[in-house]
């Protein structure tokens, strides 16, 4: 055995356990494993789960806050025009590098499984697709890296737009996005939903992308994107972000609309930290919280998880480090979660969910699985949300990858100074 984590507090295990490792896979638990292991780490009764997995990020737009103005007025089109603004100045070395920080940060707070969506349009073309393809061969031992072709202009009105997102694909990305809002009118998003699947039925990929980030009652791309999904045969391959006009529908249309992400088996990935500090910003009375209906998705029976999506851009420009515990504490108050019962699911949602919406193969801590487990400073899920606690190891395939633990020291009238 190359590695043993002994008195490991297991999620659904009464008594602590060993977890034995071999080969980069779990190959033993157990209360007790008598053998020794070339390396071995004492848990000391932490919780050791799987690592993270976030579904939505954007590696290629972080760290750009200090390079451009503070986001006033709090609309997302003008943190849009900025973007786009900024955009303009990439390099290929620009990219790699602010990426490269990004996946780091990532890494040390336990995420393994990182999907990006990358801009594709005619103003950047695929010099960020070419820099987070570099990233992602860069890190392949710290992370796994998905990327969706994201083509942020459109596509139904941009004359280049789809041989673009051909050729990226062409470069190896893995899923095709898309963001109906950035077309003109209803008839050209529904356009743009459409050239999404052909694009996504040309390359067999799966489809994910950016529906109803706004609260307009008469936003219905998700709906167009579900009833597509079903026609074209694409059920259980289709995830949405956002979909934050679902919370302004009436509740009987609402139910209407659930009932049919159901029946796409449609993934929904809320992205809290950009929907609450966006949505209703120009309300000034009984200002709504901006986030999809998570709560009535989950009863429903739709798969729901939640992604960071922006870290120190334009979206974001003063928070975001990557951490998913941080992401979900956020959840935890917009979604009103407070019951152990809702913690436990807020803590599956990075986990098994995300992963399952990724579908990352022999994931879990169980044998035969991938041995990326976090050694958590924390004995339960609660505690983890509520001290953000130290990842005090993240393994990826056995191997350590990031250890280490911040520590205070108090001083009480009377005790030694501090040296
Ligand atoms: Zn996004």
Same mark, same amino acid.
């Given at each position: ?155 139904? @009105? ?38 999404? +699947? ?53 509740? @009987? ?54 992604? @960071?999506?922006?870290? %120190? ?71 983890? +949300? ?8 993240? %393994? ?24």
């Amino acid at each position: 055995m190359d590695l043993i984590v002994r008195n490991a507090q297991l999620r659904g295990r009464e008594r602590e356990a060993d977890v034995g490792i071999s080969a980069g896979r779990i190959c033993s638990i157990e209360d007790r494993i008598r053998e020794q292991a070339d390396r071995e780490i004492d848990a000391a009764g932490n919780l050791v789960t799987p690592t993270f997995v976030d579904p939505h990020t954007h590696l290629d737009r972080a760290l750009v806050s200090g390079s451009v103005p503070p986001t006033s007025p709090k609309t997302p089109f003008r943190a849009r025009d900025i973007a786009i603004e900024r955009k303009r100045r990439y390099t290929h070395e620009d990219v790699v590098y602010r990426a490269s920080q990004l996946v780091e940060w990532a890494v040390s707070h336990g995420t393994t499984v990182i999907r990006t969506h990358v801009d594709v349009d005619p103003g950047v073309g695929l010099l960020g697709l070419e820099a987070i393809m570099e990233v992602k061969e860069k890190y392949a031992d710290l992370a796994d890296i998905q990327t969706v072709v994201f083509p942020s202009a459109g596509l139904a @009105q941009v004359p280049q737009a789809v041989n673009l997102c051909r050729e990226a694909f062409r470069l190896g990305a893995d899923v095709m996005g898309g963001v109906p809002h950035a077309e003109a009118d209803d008839e050209n998003r529904r356009r743009h939903i459409d050239i999404a +699947f052909s694009l996504a039925h040309e390359f067999d990929a799966d489809l994910d992308m950016h529906l109803d980030a706004t609260l307009n009652p008469a936003s219905r791309n998700l709906v167009y994107f579900a009833r597509r999904a079903i026609e074209c045969g694409f059920q259980g391959r289709v995830t949405a972000g956002h979909t934050c006009a679902l919370s302004a529908y009436d509740d @009987q249309f609402a139910a209407e609309v659930i009932d049919l992400l159901l029946e796409a088996r449609m993934n929904v990935i809320t992205v809290p930290t950009v929907d609450l500090m966006f949505q209703g910003s120009g309300v000034s009375r009984l200002r709504p919280r901006g986030i999809t209906r998570v709560d009535q998705l989950l009863e429903a029976g739709v798969t729901v998880t939640y992604g @960071q999506n922006n870290v %120190l851009d334009p979206y974001s420009p003063i928070f975001g480090q990557a951490d998913l515990l941080e992401v979900g504490m956020i959840l935890a108050f917009a979604a009103q979660f407070n019951t152990p019962e809702e913690i436990e699911m807020l803590f599956d949602m990075p986990t098994k969910v995300s992963a399952a919406v990724l579908k990352v193969p022999d994931y879990g801590v169980r044998v035969g699985a991938k041995a990326s487990l976090n050694i958590l400073e924390a004995k339960t899920v609660q505690e983890a +949300f509520r001290t953000r606690c130290t990842r005090l190891f993240v %393994l990826k395939e056995g191997r350590v990858i990031a250890e280490g633990r911040t520590h205070k020291k108090i001083f009480r009238r009377g005790d030694a100074p501090p040296l």
